[in-house]
């Protein structure tokens, strides 16, 4: 199998895994605990998952990333058995914070393989075709997930979730375990920074994708919650809106990938922030929508996230190398950095406004993100 072609198989896996978890996980936490400790518990792993993001580069220069890969999955293996067996919440916390902190350091590794093998010149094509295969997933899971907690329970998510895992893990066994390994350096976190402040394009696009990830933490926190709670759409309804939300990942990412390899990113971009801002503002002024309403409203609000996606992603690793470890990493800690900063904000905003308020808040917010990107530099044909 070729390089890149087992990465994509590995990344379907590790995505669909994922995906099974991710809009389920506040609602399962919060038969545990408060809605106030959830948005605690995801800090914390966030915050967790920051610190290791600034250490694995250190890791990587030391061990191989064959190895890293194997021992993050073994451990995210063993966390999901654990949430599956687990009655008690101090154990559910636990294997919750150790699934959530493996799953986005798993991110960083694939993403180095990846990069060893992609051509600059290629590079929408192939994040379109990686994002397409982290998606696949992503579309599927939730109307899976929908059915099994609606006949079987929360806690089966879980050992549906390890199935897909071990399957990823096997992979790595086989092909993975052929993918070349580079040589590569400590580099201490100041020069990392240094690098960051000083490209101008490079900070913008983090903060872009920073946006973006903050837009993704307060959805996959809060719209479930929304949905099932406040306009009482039962599990399998909820399953099918998202399986329809999730649709343009699959349906665009991939020729936007290789149109932004002809004309640049920053007008794609640009609308990108547009139409998820403006659609995020609809959700608190429908009421009490139909299944088909809220589903349309929230499917336009993806195509947005899908275009700001595989925009982000092509201009940056149109910027990077492989060896550039310690800046994909920090590029990736916005991931967890949003987890940090989002609960926060919404916990403060709970305070002084009602629930439905919070997505009129954060499609302010995605239209505001256009000034951080209007002076951006297109990286088509350069490094």
Not at 1 to 27: D, E, G, H, R
Not at 100 to 106: A, E, F, S
Not at 299 to 316: C, K, L, P
């Amino acid at each position: 199998m070729k390089p890149l072609k087992s990465i994509y198989f590995l990344t379907f896996f590790l995505s669909i895994q994922f995906a099974f978890t991710a809009y389920v996980n506040s609602t399962f936490l919060a038969n545990f605990v408060s809605i106030k400790t959830v948005g605690l518990i995801f800090t914390l792993s966030a915050v967790l998952a920051i610190i290791g993001l600034f250490y694995i580069p250190r890791i990587l220069a030391v061990y191989c990333n064959h190895k890293i890969l194997f021992s993050l999955v073994s451990i995210s293996l063993v966390s999901l058995f654990g949430l599956f067996e687990s009655q008690t919440a101090p154990w559910v916390i636990f294997f919750f914070i150790l699934y959530l902190l493996t799953n986005y350091l798993i991110v960083f590794s694939r993403d180095i393989f990846a990069e060893s093998y992609t051509r600059d010149e290629t590079t929408g094509k192939t994040r379109g075709i990686l994002l397409t295969a982290i998606n696949l997933g992503w579309v599927f899971a939730p109307l899976a997930s929908g059915l099994v907690i609606k006949y079987f329970g929360y806690s089966e998510m879980y050992l549906l979730a390890a199935a897909f895992l071990f399957i990823a893990f096997i992979f790595i066994l086989g092909p993975i375990r052929k993918l070349k390994d580079l040589s590569y350096r400590r580099i201490p976190l100041t020069e990392t920074i240094k690098k960051m402040i000083v490209n101008k394009d490079i900070r913008k696009i983090y903060l872009a994708n920073f946006m973006l990830q903050f837009f993704y933490a307060w959805m996959v926190i809060y719209m479930p919650i929304y949905l099932n709670q406040y306009l009482g759409f039962s599990w399998d309804k909820i399953g099918v809106i998202f399986m329809i939300m999730l649709l343009p990942f699959v349906l665009i990412e991939y020729p936007l990938g290789r149109l932004s390899d002809k004309i640049g990113e920053r007008k794609l971009l640009i609308g990108g922030f547009l139409v998820t801002g403006i659609a995020t503002v609809l959700i608190s002024f429908i009421g009490n929508p139909t299944l088909a309403v809220i589903a349309a409203i929230l499917f336009m609000t993806r195509v947005g996230a899908a275009t700001i996606e595989i925009m982000t992603e092509s201009y940056f690793f149109r910027k990077v190398g492989a060896l550039d470890s310690d800046i994909i990493s920090f590029f990736r800690n916005t991931f967890p950095l949003s987890y940090v900063i989002a609960p926060l904000l919404a916990t403060v905003f709970f305070i002084l406004f009602p629930f439905k308020y919070i997505f009129l808040t954060l499609g302010i917010i995605m239209l505001l993100s256009i000034l951080i990107i209007r002076n951006l530099n297109n990286s088509n044909h350069t490094n």
